[in-house]
């Protein structure tokens, strides 16, 4: 890396933490009563995608429910560590 590009690199990185941190100030300065509202207004916008997930996790848990068990009659694992995406993440 130039001294050029390190150097745009390092500004960039410290606008991008003075923007964070006045970010951090603008939150700290709110009421709680404003602090609720806003945590509640973002619970509205991702309501749509935590029904959409919930729904998809029925009609997985439905579909292995009503498939045969895969070594159910020996000979396949039937224990181990799950996926990351199986994992029961919240994210």
Do not use: C, H, W, Y
Not at 3 to 20: G, M, N, P
Not at 62 to 67: E, K, L, R, T, Y
Not at 74 to 80: L, P
Request: aromatic letters at 2%; glycine letters at 8%; a positive charge.
């Amino acid at each position: 890396m130039t001294d050029d590009a390190k150097t745009a690199a390092e500004r960039e990185l410290a606008a991008v933490l003075a923007r964070k941190a006045e970010g951090r100030r603008e939150i700290a300065r709110r009421s709680f009563a404003e602090k609720i509202e806003r945590m509640e207004a973002l619970r509205e916008r991702l309501a749509p995608f935590k029904r959409l997930r919930e729904q998809r996790r029925v009609a997985r848990e439905a579909a292995a429910a009503s498939a045969p068990q895969a070594g159910s009659e020996g000979g396949g694992k039937t224990d181990g560590p799950a996926s990351a995406t199986s994992a029961g993440s919240n994210t």
